[in-house]
């Protein structure tokens, strides 16, 4: 079983910033990739930022210039700088993964249970 544990969300006013940090523990034997969700109240979830086992990243065109994802492969441990908050930026972030098993070649993902920022104007 593969666990993802967010923290650093938080209440912050707009302009301000936020680091989210995402660790995975559990049956690992490498991962390809790790990545930050958002789902705001009635909107659907929408991907904020992903990035590979290669380094190479992807952000949504809302956040772009804003957030920073990176990773520590050592500690299996994602983050994602926020900066220049707005309001519109509030919803609950979710982490997720795509690795191998240990001791397989089977790939599987898995969701952290999220957590909440909001940016108040």
């Known amino acids: 079983q593969v666990q993802l544990v967010e923290s650093g969300g938080g209440l912050v006013q707009a302009g301000g910033s936020l680091r989210l940090s995402c660790a995975a523990s559990g049956s690992i034997s490498s991962i390809n990739a790790m990545g930050w969700n958002r789902q705001a109240p009635g909107k659907q979830r929408e991907m904020v930022a992903s990035?590979?086992?290669?380094?190479?990243?992807n952000y949504a065109d809302s956040v772009k210039g804003r957030f920073t994802i990176s990773r520590d492969s050592a500690k299996n441990t994602v983050y994602l700088q926020m900066n220049s908050l707005k309001p519109e930026d509030t919803a609950v972030y979710y982490c997720?993964?795509?690795?191998?098993?240990?001791?397989?070649?089977?790939?599987?993902?898995?969701w952290g249970r999220g957590t909440q920022v909001t940016v108040s104007s």
């Open positions: 990035i590979t086992s290669g380094g190479s990243t």
């Open positions: 997720n993964t795509y690795f191998v098993y240990s001791g397989t070649f089977d790939r599987g993902s898995s």
